[in-house]
């Protein structure tokens, strides 16, 4: 079974200064990862994702996330953030392999709330 | 395009009431996800449907009915609502499964009193 683990749950930031929400994640199998952020009261929106190649991915907004498979993580990184970065960050990953139908099933970290401080 | 829309935006149930919350989706999608979204645990699966006709159980769906009927719809049912089922419940789509990216619905905010 797949699980994915944020560090953080919450992480208060000044504008301007760079940021790291960390994912962690297990599976006995290979996975595809993906980074989701939800402003408040929307649904979720893609930021970025892994499927293949780069272990760097750059996603809109400026940010970036990179997948390191020996420490199974693939954490989300920004230069420097603006008051609008302020949202939940959510890190999921799906299998590559497909169980009756189950593949592509995304299986969510508990989400990072990012804070965002003139 | 709409993309995905759901119906209704917020409701309040008594206990033991039913309803059905309808995800709507016009990109011809042939994956669509129920999720609930309840503080500090992240998105969890209800149910799940890789085509039309076909649904499957995702990781908590006990209390919860589906249906796909037709392509571009996707129902929850809650038979007898508990306070335990108030939750934010998305709906998401996606073209088929594996590395396509999921298009979420504004969600439903759902109270159980």
């Known amino acids: 079974a797949q699980s994915v683990t944020q560090l953080d749950s919450q992480v208060p930031v000044f504008e301007e200064a760079p940021v790291e929400l960390r994912c962690n994640y297990s599976?006995?199998?290979?996975?595809?990862l993906f980074w989701y952020v939800q402003y408040p009261n929307q649904g979720l929106q893609l930021l970025l994702k892994?499927?293949?190649?780069?272990?760097l991915v750059k996603g809109i907004n400026g940010f970036e996330a990179e997948f390191n498979k020996s420490q199974t993580s693939f954490h989300l990184r920004k230069p420097s953030v603006h008051i609008s970065d302020t949202a939940e960050y959510f890190c999921?990953?799906?299998?590559?392999?497909?169980?009756?139908?189950?593949?592509?099933?995304?299986?969510f970290g508990k989400g990072t709330k990012l804070s965002v401080k003139p | 395009n709409a993309g995905v829309t759901q119906t209704p935006k917020f409701r309040v149930l008594k206990t033991g009431q039913s309803m059905t919350l309808l995800c709507a989706q016009d990109?011809?999608?042939?994956?669509m996800y129920w999720y609930r979204q309840d503080p500090g645990m992240g998105l969890r699966l209800i149910h799940y449907?890789?085509?039309?006709?076909?649904?499957a159980k995702g990781e908590v769906p006990d209390g919860y009915n589906v249906s796909r009927l037709k392509k571009q719809n996707f129902l929850l049912g809650l038979e007898s609502a508990a306070p335990s089922q108030t939750s934010v419940y998305f709906c998401?789509?996606?073209?088929?499964?594996?590395?396509?990216?999921?298009?979420f619905g504004p969600g439903t905010r759902l109270l159980v009193l």
């Open positions: 999921a990953v799906s299998d590559q392999v497909n169980y009756g139908g189950s593949q592509g099933n995304l299986i």
């Open positions: 998401a789509s996606t073209l088929e499964g594996s590395s396509k990216t999921q298009y």
């Open positions: 990109m011809n999608h042939e994956y």
């Open positions: 449907s890789v085509g039309e006709g076909t649904t």
């Open positions: 892994y499927l293949s190649g780069s272990t």
């Open positions: 599976s006995s199998v290979s996975v595809y």
